[in-house]
């Protein structure tokens, strides 16, 4: 048992795999056990499926959320069931599903993820990006103009969400090499943000960006000069000092 999961404490271990409670931590995120999580939150999902599950327990979690989701739709659980599920990682389940349905356009698995990207969770929202994001990257250009509108939403959840799905590198997904060759195609979704005045928001701004200066530095501290140039915003400044940290 890892040092992480060893101080979690056995009652409180027990209500994460039952699926009675959402984990406070990443450490408890990524101690939570599928298989009795499964079986709590999906009883009808069978025995031959949790030990598929069961043989994939070494796998990274994202895999193994990957994993859970597609035994979901195997087993023809309600999705509402499971976005309205007290466990968090439920609910990223749910994200995964909502991405993995079959015939499903674009346009309708971003209305379906709404209200898991302003999910009141931090994981079940990175989930939510996470799930979409290769959908997303698949039609960019559809991908952007979809996810504009939601710079202006009242939401910050929201318009992170809008941000943050499209980083050129991202955490624990694969890049997107088109934005990291050309990061200009993301500006419908940044200059809306460039002022921004949530942190939450700011931060995934000042990352796509950082993101983006690891290929194209010049391209970002030109565009960080233009947008202090036309304003002295503090969101604005904040967001062009994060974003060229990596900048030598």
Request: aromatic share 6%.
């Amino acid at each position: 048992m890892s040092r992480g999961v060893a101080d979690i404490a056995p009652a409180r271990l027990a209500l994460l795999n039952a699926g009675n409670v959402a984990s406070a931590t990443l450490t408890e995120g990524l101690a939570i056990d599928f298989v009795r999580l499964l079986a709590a939150a999906a009883p009808g999902i069978g025995a031959a499926r949790l030990e598929r599950m069961r043989a994939q327990a070494a796998a990274g979690i994202t895999k193994r959320m990957a994993l859970a989701a597609q035994l979901l739709l195997e087993a023809n659980i309600d999705l509402a069931s499971l976005q309205a599920h007290a466990s968090d990682t439920v609910r990223g389940w749910a994200c995964f599903a909502i991405a993995f349905q079959a015939g499903s356009t674009l346009p309708q698995r971003l209305a379906a993820m709404r209200p898991l990207a302003d999910d009141g969770h931090f994981g079940v929202r990175e989930w939510a990006w996470l799930a979409l994001r290769p959908h997303l990257a698949a039609r960019l250009d559809e991908a952007i103009a979809l996810l504009a509108p939601w710079t202006a939403d009242p939401s910050e959840r929201l318009r992170r969400f809008a941000c943050e799905a499209l980083r050129p590198r991202g955490v624990w997904c694969a890049h997107i090499d088109q934005l990291k060759e050309q990061p200009q195609l993301g500006l419908p979704l940044l200059l809306p943000l460039r002022a921004d005045p949530a942190v939450y928001v700011q931060d995934a701004v000042a990352n796509w960006l950082n993101d983006a200066a690891k290929s194209q530095p010049d391209w970002v501290r030109g565009l960080c000069a233009q947008w202090q140039q036309d304003s002295d915003n503090a969101a604005t400044l904040r967001i062009c000092k994060r974003a060229q940290r990596s900048i030598s």
